[in-house]
Nanobody, 122 residues
Framework: QLQLVESGGDLVQPGGSLRLSCVASGPSLTNYHVGWFREAPGKARIQVACLSSHSGTTYIPDASMRTRLTLSRDIANNTVYLQLESLKSEDSAVYYC??????????????WGQGTQVTVSS
């Protein structure tokens, strides 16, 4: 059974950056597509990025975010990272990582973490 734990969320000023971590226990994350979602108060949870299994290619559905998000992974530590740059107040949300067998663009995942809070405010 794959278990995911996110960390790295924090209070940060506008323009700042954060690196979120998604640490997995159990099977290797290279066997799964790993997605990152965010959910702001009163809004639906949306997928912001996904790292494809094996190939490691990145899928970021919102073109306006592609210059501000970077995905990477540490295979040895079974961890996927989401680097957030030039943060804006509208980036404030709970960020979740998820893993599954479906292709990134489907947004379907079988395993979810508990989330980490990102707050962007001066």
């Amino acid at each position: 059974q794959l278990q995911l734990v996110e960390s790295g969320g924090d209070l940060v000023q506008p323009g700042g950056s954060l690196r979120l971590s998604c640490v997995a226990s159990g099977p290797s994350l290279t066997n799964y597509h790993v997605g990152w979602f965010r959910e702001a108060p009163g809004k639906a949870r949306i997928q912001v990025a996904c790292l494809s299994s094996h190939s490691g290619t990145t899928y970021i559905p919102d073109a306006s975010m592609r210059t501000r998000l970077t995905l990477s992974r540490d295979i040895a530590n079974n961890t996927v990272y989401l680097q957030l740059e030039s943060l804006k107040s509208e980036d404030s949300a709970v960020y979740y990582c998820a893993a599954g067998d479906f292709a990134c663009h489907t947004g379907k995942y079988d395993y979810w973490g508990q989330g980490t809070q990102v707050t962007v405010s001066s």
